[in-house]
T-cell receptor, first 112, second 117 residues
Framework: DQQVKQNSPSLSVQEGRISILNCDYT??????FLWYKKYPAEGPTFLIS?????DKNEDGRFTVFLNKSAKHLSLHIVPSQPGDSAVYFC???????????FGTGTSLTVIP | DARVTQTPRHKVTEMGQEVTMRCQPI?????VFWYRQTMMQGLELLAY????????DSGMPKDRFSAEMPDATLATLKIQPSEPRDSAVYFC???????????????FGDGTRLSIL
């Protein structure tokens, strides 16, 4: 049972434009959300996180938005750069444990 | 720059053989996770340890998989006997943080790509 879902397996964006990656979750007990970026043959690396007490967190070109009522979060990358081409994983954690639940990933390609 | 180290990076073996994957967490991290990446399920949690004690291994097939932390610098994941359906990339991650639950992101190793023929 996939509690964190990334319904778009892939996304292509022109360099300089905005990339929007989406993630939906089903468990209302999730209180901490993260995005990881993964290049081929490497492990995922942490990108940005957001606590459920916030609805937005920004770090440079990356912004994560959280809509708790819709159980939806999104990652915005502005402007997109070719080096952003990677697989992006959304993850969530329950307020009662250390277990993180991951989505299946979205492969982003930024076209020069 | 501290990193999680996983060995081997690649492993090809025949069905029925024992496979051991190793992980050296970042020094000082007190939580270790094992994940398996597949196309259909993404990153699945197999097991995790806190202060070397197993807290949850419900994601592992118990009859063939086992995970241990002999000491704070080594975590192992064993498969015996291995089957072709075990072919995947296995990631180890470590984390730190005060209290429970874990409030810091996990740091991942580069994975072990396992192929069972």
């Amino acid at each position: 049972d996939q509690q964190v879902k990334q319904n778009s397996p892939s996304l292509s964006v022109q360099e300089g434009r905005i990339s929007i990656l989406n993630c939906d979750y089903t468990n209302s007990m999730f209180d901490y959300f993260l995005w990881y970026k993964k290049y081929p043959a490497e492990g995922p690396t942490f990108l940005i996180s957001i606590s459920s007490i916030k609805d937005k967190n920004e770090d440079g070109r990356f912004t994560v938005f959280l809509n708790k009522s819709a159980k939806h979060l999104s990652l915005h990358i502005v402007p997109s750069q070719p080096g952003d081409s990677a697989v992006y994983f959304c993850a969530a954690r329950r307020n009662t444990g250390n277990q993180f639940y991951f989505g299946t990933g979205t492969s982003l390609t930024v076209i020069p | 720059d501290a990193r999680v180290t996983q060995t081997p990076r690649h492993k090809v073996t025949e069905m029925g053989q024992e496979v051991t994957m190793r992980c050296q967490p970042i020094l000082g991290h007190n939580t270790v996770f094992w994940y398996r990446q597949t196309m259909m399920q993404g990153l699945e949690l197999l097991a995790y340890f806190r202060n070397r004690a197993p807290l949850d291994d419900s994601g592992m097939p118990k009859d063939r998989f086992s995970a241990e932390m002999p000491d704070a610098t080594l975590a192992t994941l064993k498969i015996q006997p291995s089957e072709p359906r075990d072919s995947a990339v296995y990631f180890c991650a470590s984390g730190s943080g005060q209290g429970f639950p874990l409030n810091q992101p996990q740091h991942f190793g580069d994975g072990t790509r396992l192929s069972i023929l």
